[in-house]
């Protein structure tokens, strides 16, 4: 059974970090493509960064250069860390796996959500100003 399960979530001040988990169960992170995408009140999910199948990384423009993502395959576990956070950065944050087929990063952050089949249950991050 595939599970994902977000945590590292919280509420920050401007300029804050924060580093959100997500722990994976039923496959192996290295082999598929994971996600993360966040959903503010009234806006559609969006995305955020993407790991594809071979390691490679995109980011949405709003968030690269303070965001990063990486892997850790030894615990099966997806990060996301957050620098300068922004008060329009607060969110429900969403990782996602993707095991349909290879596509490299760039194209699948274009995509969106769509192509996702399996999330986690949400963390909320709180920016203050």
């Known amino acids: 059974q595939v599970q994902l399960v977000e945590s590292g979530g919280g509420s920050v001040q401007d300029g804050g970090s924060l580093r959100l988990s997500c722990a994976t169960f039923?496959?192996?992170?290295?082999?598929?493509?994971m996600g993360w995408f966040r959903q503010a009140p009234g806006k559609e999910r969006e995305g955020v960064s993407i790991?594809?199948?071979?390691?490679?990384?995109s980011y949405d423009d709003s968030v690269r250069g303070r965001f990063a993502t990486s892997l850790d395959k030894d615990k099966n576990t997806l990060y996301l860390d957050m620098n300068l956070l922004k008060p329009e950065d607060t969110a429900m944050y969403y990782c996602a796996a993707d095991a349909s087929c290879f596509a490299p990063s760039s194209y699948i952050i274009r995509q969106g959500p769509s192509r996702f089949a399996y999330w986690g249950q949400g963390t909320q991050v709180t920016v203050s100003s």
């Open positions: 790991i594809d199948s071979v390691g490679r990384k």
């Open positions: 039923g496959y192996a992170v290295s082999r598929v493509n």
